[in-house]
């Protein structure tokens, strides 16, 4: 059974940080890309962060850069997200989602496979 699990959301104030983790299981993860995506309430679903370990390839939403950093232990079957000097903006439901594709990269969600269940970040003023 395909698995992709998230968790280290929770409640922090601006300037703070966290860091989501998305633990998969039930696929080979090498033959896969991790992305990092985002649903704030009456909003689309956006593209955070993503990588491919196979090739080093990694991206980041405009609105993010220079704050987050993905990264990935295949060893562990885990994708991180460490956030940092959060804003209130960057409240949402995280998902990871796994996209098969062995080179590169793809930032839109309608290219991924498989989808975890979401973590709850939300950022106090």
């Known amino acids: 059974e395909v698995q992709l699990v998230e968790s280290g959301g929770g409640l922090v104030q601006a300037g703070g940080s966290l860091k989501l983790s998305c633990a998969a299981s039930g696929f080979t993860f090498d033959d896969y890309a991790i992305g990092w995506f985002r649903q704030a309430p009456g909003k689309e679903r956006e593209v955070v962060s993503c990588i491919n370990s196979n090739d080093g390839s990694v991206y980041y939403a405009d609105s993010v850069k220079g704050r987050f950093t993905i990264s990935s232990d295949n060893a562990r079957n885990t994708v991180y997200l460490q956030m940092n000097s959060l804003k209130p903006e960057d409240t949402a439901v995280y998902y990871c989602?796994?996209?098969?594709?062995?080179?590169?990269?793809?930032?839109?969600?309608?290219?991924?496979?498989?989808w975890g269940q979401g973590t709850q970040v939300t950022v106090s003023s």
């Open positions: 989602a796994a996209d098969f594709i062995q080179m590169g990269l793809a930032i839109m969600d309608h290219l991924y496979d498989y």
